[in-house]
């Protein structure tokens, strides 16, 4: 049985009431929303907060689930649009997209650029993306769902989405340019 139909099984189960399958499927995908959450606030405890917000969600929606998509599409679109709320809430977005260690940066000894340097750029940068861009690219690169899926969670055209995610792409090459070069 793939993770995709176990995962089907337990919604159904929680839609019956069992609360065993709650738990299961807490435990399998507490840590990639927090994740998520987490890039997004750089708040672990307010990651926790909106990964349980997305929980109860999910298990109140679970006697109108039809599985029309994969479950990791369902369950990020829940989190996308607890992200939204607590992002209109709260009026400010803050967002980690990677590592910024991952990024090449080329350096001479006379001058080297910190990894907190190229993380707190990294992070003005992510912050100046509009909310759909940045959404995007962090479904794609953080939780490497596939466009179509991506599309689904945000309730957009595949199209919108690999429009926003190269337009991201091109405006953090920009903003990044002096920390890339």
């Given at each position: 049985m793939s993770d995709n139909e176990t995962d089907i099984l337990l919604m159904r189960k929680v839609a019956d009431g069992d609360e065993a399958a709650a738990r299961e499927l807490v435990r399998k995908w507490q840590k990639p929303l927090i994740n998520f959450f987490y890039r997004s606030v750089r708040n672990v405890h307010s990651a926790?907060?909106?990964?349980?917000?997305?929980?109860?969600?999910l298990c109140r929606s679970a006697k109108g689930y039809a599985p029309t998509a994969a479950f990791s599409t369902y369950i990020f679109h829940i989190a996308n649009n607890v992200l939204i709320s607590d992002f209109r809430r709260r009026s400010r977005r803050n967002v980690e997209l990677c590592d910024p260690a991952e990024l090449p940066a080329v350096c001479d000894d006379k001058n080297e650029i910190s990894s907190d340097e190229?993380?707190?750029?990294?992070?003005?940068?992510?912050?100046?993306?509009?909310?759909?861009?940045?959404?995007?690219?962090?479904?794609?690169?953080?939780?490497?769902?596939?466009?179509?899926?991506?599309?689904?969670?945000?309730?957009t055209s595949v199209a919108n989405v690999k429009t926003w995610i190269h337009r991201a792409r091109l405006r953090l090459r920009e903003l990044l340019g002096d920390l890339l070069d």
């Open positions: 926790e907060d909106l990964a349980q917000q997305t929980f109860v969600k190229i993380r707190r750029g990294f992070e003005d940068a992510v912050q100046k993306l509009p909310d759909n861009h940045r959404t995007a690219i962090l479904l794609l690169c953080q939780q490497e769902l596939s466009y179509e899926e991506i599309a689904a969670a945000m309730d």
